[in-house]
């Protein structure tokens, strides 16, 4: 089939997008405010955790996702915010050795709407963001 000539612009139009992603995500995180930038490492740390821990019930696994360095105050926030999003997600009965990408990808964006109270697509670039900056 051949492509329209709309079809090659846009084609163009993401494959550049596509090659400065890095650049985009790396400039953009230069913008972030500091005491944002700790909160949004945390849910990067926290998904990290939830990406590795076995099998157990949510509790555990939010004994065991919260950063240990974290301060009592932000621990029980964590806690009550963990539990909310799993339930909400659908994942409390889910062992979180079958989580899915998506299914981490979710958790990570709505901790992050929960901390920056920006809506869904804006937390999801938010948290790619940090995650691409952290984890380099």
Do not use: C, H
Request: net charge neutral.
């Amino acid at each position: 089939m051949a492509k329209t000539v709309a079809g090659k612009v846009l084609q163009a139009i993401l494959s550049v997008f596509k090659e400065n992603w890095l650049s985009f995500i790396t400039k953009l995180w230069k913008k972030v405010p500091e005491e944002l930038k700790e909160k949004l490492i945390d849910i990067v740390e926290i998904i990290e955790r939830v990406k590795t821990y076995v099998d157990s019930p949510v509790l555990d696994l939010i004994t065991a996702a919260v950063p240990g360095q974290a301060d009592d105050e932000a621990v029980r926030w964590l806690r009550a915010i963990l539990r909310t999003v799993t339930t909400e997600l659908n994942l409390l009965d889910k062992p979180t050795s079958e989580y899915s990408a998506t299914d981490l990808q979710s958790l990570a964006t709505r901790l992050t709407q929960e901390v920056t109270g920006l809506p869904f697509g804006q937390s999801a670039i938010t948290i790619e963001n940090a995650y691409a900056n952290y984890k380099k």
